[in-house]
């Protein structure tokens, strides 16, 4: 029995699970259930207790916070049976906390992701796969396409979650070109960009922020990066010590201490289990009411045993059903399989099955839906209509056919539809896009990528394009939702393509996407694709110029001010005489990093001539609007209340007037700022409310953690301590998500020193560590509805009121049912929810109410 073995115990045994049922549901003696119920702590920390030394303690320290994250510094001493001074325990206590604060996931529920359809069989794998990881910390599970691993591993990480206090994450790489990005995509599903310094490599940044964590990693689709796949999962090993990595691939990965699990096709059950099973299910979703009977129970399992169990071949087979029965789809493959197994022999069963269907699916397909297949295989990601016509069509398949092909495709489960804010959108199982690509000619290969990175550019620059105005959102949108197609062409052009037009076509967009960083692109990784395209071949002078000036823009914004310094001088030295906007750019982004630098002085007369420039060469209003922000900052803090407020009003009145979303919430942040710094704390918090609420639709970590700081400083500073040691404390976390807090600049540091103090004597230092604890571990989700769900409402009367604040409204429905002496499945039939979601809800509450066990939940209830 391991740590987290112990921690699922417990957890079932406090929903009200039996002994017996729980050693039945994760595959265990009666004993050892007993034995963890008589543990009053996970067995590595019992056996540590026994003989605990002070440079052993963190490790528990943490896990008493992870259960607990109220509990006194005395009574984690008192758990840990810890034998030295207390000033040391306090201090180590302290530095687990701050941890947490800048380890904190700082946008976005990471979660799972959804499925279309319904989960059959395997319960005998899911209950190894669970021993397994009981013992390895690294398990594979491995096997030929169309077996169904992504599947069973989702399933293995949405069962097991409660065994893992710190989360599970699923990560997808099929959309990974490159093994260079394999970390930054962890990082991406972490909601994490970096947690220290902006030099910190995203290897780096991970290990500090999973070297303690009790988390299940699930690395989807490893195959064609399984080199790098094996270099970061051995290194997460290594350095990390609780963390336990799932990964599905075609191949193992071959590193030390892999467990690998080979997953088999589904059984031909005589009872209809397993392989018929899954046939019913997807059969009655082509004909409605389909099930096994007597009538059709033996050509079901006929055609299971041609496909050899393969969910995937079965899942496409049972497309055929809307013209061919039951009977006639076995008479067909038998004769089909028999026809394959003559002409590839050299091909292993199960390979043949899976062909079979794949080709037979192909087969069926015309022309045109077959030339779609192949050309729909080069997106990385997700793509919509627009992006198929742009990047699919020609003479030999024109515009006007797209959408009877798309939907000819998604009958024959060749594509996926999913809806994403209202549109639809479409993506390909990997097995079936490799087949498409395999399909497709070396010439025409080329030709899909240079049409891809010409779409994936235009959407930059479309961006950019209507950065000020009222199609903001919808051009940031499109740019945040192919984040995957951007990486595939990006990272084409940069590695492989050979192409000068391509590299000048890459470096225009990258040149012109001053804001690529707001649209969901990670900070990090625009300063990535930035950079390389610096050392790209024929990239000219003006291109070259306008990358550095944005790329001095980023690293600012990251608090990296030498970096920033040298490419403020190059792109100057380039952009002089050649480019005025680019080379006035630049002086704006050198005004900007002084600022942060703190030579205030220096800083206005550059944001001043750099505003003059733009006035006389055009600048654009974007600029204009960016520049009179930073003025409106820099004005602030140095105290000269009125003309930073007009700085912020002209960019507030102005972006109102054309329908921006963007700017106006930075300027309504601003105006925020000028009504804190007049002593106006209700108005500031009431403008900082509005800022976030007018920008939460952005993929802008930088503008929301500014917010978040705001609202925090204006709830201290009118009393609020509770509320603003919660806000602060995920502002906290924010921060540490895009590097140096609040850009490094030490008197912006200096006003969040003093709200910190402000609000910490008006709550006492013990509430104020609860509630900072509470808000560092507050996804953006979490403090987006701990703030609009309740807006700025005074503070909570009772500690109990705080941590009921922490709540969503289902969570506190479910909360007050738990209170009434409910069991789960009562509570489900009472919502009409599944007892597993019930089980997640219960799961949450307990953790942000900070209790152990759901008998505890009224007291908090009732007190509040």
Known sequence: ???????????????????????????????????????????????????????DADRAIRDVIA?????????????????????????????????????????????????????????????????????????????????????????????????????VRFVEFASVRSADLLSQTVCDALALETRAASDVSADDALIAYLRDRRMLLVLD???????????????????????????????????????????????????????????????????SGFELDEQNVEAVQRICERLDGLPLAIELACTRLSVLSVHDLADYLDRRMSLLGVTSRDLAPRHRSLQATVDW??????????????????????????????????????????????????????LIGESSDGRMRFRMLETIRQYGWGKTPRHEQHRLHARLLDCCTRMIVDSDEHWYGPDQLAKATVVGSNRGNIRAALHWVMTTSGDPDAVAVAAEALGSARFLWACGISIREHRMWLTQALELDGVDARAKGRILSVLALVQTLQGDRDAAEYSVLRAREISAGLDPVTDAFAQH??????????????????????????????????????????????????????????????VHDGSAAIGERWFHAYATYGLGLVALLRGEEDAAAELATEALSGHRDF??????????????????????????????????????????????SERWNAMRTKALDDARRHCGEGVFDRAWTAGTAMSAADLDEFLFDRQVSPAPDTDDDLRLAGLSPREREVADLVAAGMTNREIAERLVLSTRTVEG???????????????????VVGAA
């Open 361 to 414: 699916s192909y087969e069926l397909c015309t022309t045109r839906e077959q030339l779609l297949w192949q050309r729909a295989a080069i997106f990385a990601g997700g793509f919509d209509l627009d992006a198929v016509e742009a990047v699919c069509t020609d003479d030999a398949l024109p515009a006007e056919d797209v959408l009877d092909c798309v939907s000819a495709l998604v009958a024959k489960s060749v």
């Open 221 to 287: 689709n490893c195959e064609h990066v399984v080199d790098g796949a094996a270099e970061l999962a051995a290194r997460l090993l290594e350095q990390t010590g609780r963390l336990r990595i799932l990964v599905t691939s075609r191949e193992l990965l071959a590193v030390p201490g892999e467990n690998v699990f080979h997953l088999q096709p589904l059984p031909m059950a005589a009872d209809g289990a397993g392989a018929p099973e899954l046939f019913a299910r997807r059969a009655s979703a082509v004909l």
């Open 67 to 167: 259960r607990e994250p109220e509990v006194t510094i005395a009574e984690i001493g008192r758990r840990i049976d810890w034998q030295h001074s207390r000033t040391l325990l306090a201090r180590k206590v302290r530095d687990v906390r701050a941890e947490n604060a800048v380890g904190a996931v700082a946008s976005g529920s990471p979660g799972l992701p959804g499925q279309t359809t319904s989960f059959v069989g395997r319960r005998r794998e899911l209950r190894e796969l669970r021993c397994l990881l009981g013992e390895s910390r690294l398990v594979s599970v491995v096997g030929p396409g169309g077996i169904g691993k992504s599947r069973v591993a989702l399933q293995a990480a949405e069962e097991f979650r409660r065994a893992f206090p710190d989360g």
């Open 699 to 744: 993929g802008d970590v930088v503008g929301t953690t500014l917010m978040t700081d705001l609202l925090g400083w204006a709830l201290a500073a009118r009393g609020d301590g509770r509320r603003a040691a919660v806000v602060l404390g995920a502002a906290s976390a924010m921060w540490g998500s895009v590097g140096r807090q609040l850009y490094g």
């Open 1 to 55: 029995m391991n740590a987290d073995e112990w921690a699922q115990i417990r957890r079932c045994h406090d929903d009200g699970e039996s002994i017996k049922g729980i050693a039945a549901r994760l595959g265990m003696s009666r004993n050892t259930v007993r034995r963890a119920l008589s543990l009053p702590s996970p067995p590595d920390d019992h056996r540590r207790h026994r003989g605990s030394v002070a440079d």
């Open 589 to 650: 982004t050198a005004g900007l990093r002084e600022f942060f630098a703190g030579d205030v002085g220096q800083a206005r007369v550059l944001l001043d001539e750099a505003e003059t420039r733009y006035r006389v060469i055009g600048g654009g209003p974007a600029l204009l609007a960016t520049l009179q922000v930073h003025r409106g900052m820099l004005l602030s803090v140095t105290q000269d209340v009125d003309a930073a407020e007009a700085a912020f009003t002209e």
């Open 841 to 859: 809800h219960v799961e949450h509450l307990l953790g942000k109410l900070g209790l152990t066990r759901r008998t505890e939940v009224s007291a």
